[in-house]
T-cell receptor
Framework: GAVVSQHPSRVICKSGTSVKIECRSL??????MFWYRQFPKQSLMLMAT?????????EQGVEKDKFLINHASLTLSTLTVTSAHPEDSSFYIC???????????????FGEGSRLTVL | GNSVTQMEGPVTLSEEAFLTINCTYT??????LFWYVQYPGEGLQLLLK?????DKGSNKGFEATYRKETTSFHLEKGSVQVSDSAVYFC????????????FGTGTQLKVEL
């Protein structure tokens, strides 16, 4: 089956530094990838939609200058948390939609998630 | 806007017990409905789906029926196993929501011997 890999799975950083999280589709191409944030006992909150070769579309309330998203190839999207603060500590999850799949099928492939802890 | 409501967990069951995890939704139009499962240390995986009213999705012994009259998509399994221990997410997608998945909060299931 289709595999999506995130790296790193866990990262601890100091306040004020930047952290990059990678999301790779290992055996398929993905024109569109999604980034979510998950708080304890809460739902996955969609942060942004990442489209290969174009700017990401951010959800309302998500700071695009703080959460930089780059989707430079059909198999890789990156999320960079800039000037991280303790309140950015969370579980970040990416998902990918295989190229050519309909936009309303809802069948996405998810990474394992990356837990960010900002000290 | 779209929303999905799931029963709070954790749900703890003995092996071979019957499982129901309730899910109700609010959406305009005719959404497609999904159950995703997240096993420990892994990413979410699609478990089953239903794309129109009265459809029944099924996989690995799990079933859910799309009930438009009650706006529900409850997940059921007749006999759970320890290996079913995971977090289960109900979700929907429709064009009114910009073709984006809307998730419930997830329900943790623990199955004990």
């Amino acid at each position: 089956g289709a595999v999506v890999s995130q790296h790193p799975s866990r990262v601890i950083c100091k306040s004020g530094t930047s952290v990059k999280i990678e999301c790779r589709s290992l055996d398929f191409q993905a024109t569109t990838m999604f980034w979510y944030r998950q708080f304890p006992k809460q739902s996955l909150m969609l942060m942004a939609t990442s489209n290969e070769g174009s700017k990401a579309t951010y959800e309302q309330g998500v700071e695009k200058d703080k959460f930089l998203i780059n989707h430079a190839s059909l198999t890789l999207s990156t999320l960079t948390v800039t000037s991280a603060h303790p309140e950015d500590s969370s579980f970040y999850i990416c998902s990918a939609r295989p190229s050519g799949q309909g936009t309303n099928t809802g069948e996405l492939f998810f990474g394992e998630g990356s837990r960010l802890t900002v000290l | 806007g779209n929303s999905v409501t799931q029963m709070e967990g954790p749900v703890t069951l003995s092996e071979e017990a019957f499982l129901t995890i309730n899910c109700t939704y609010t959406a305009t139009g005719y959404p497609s409905l999904f159950w995703y499962v997240q096993y420990p240390g892994e990413g979410l995986q699609l478990l089953l789906k239903a794309t129109k009213a009265d459809d029944k999705g099924s996989n690995k012994g799990f079933e859910a029926t799309y009930r438009k009259e009650t706006t529900s998509f409850h997940l059921e399994k007749g006999s759970v196993q320890v290996s079913d221990s995971a977090v289960y997410f109900c979700a929907l997608i429709n064009t009114g929501g910009g073709n984006k998945l809307t998730f419930g909060t997830g329900t943790q299931l623990k199955v004990e011997l």
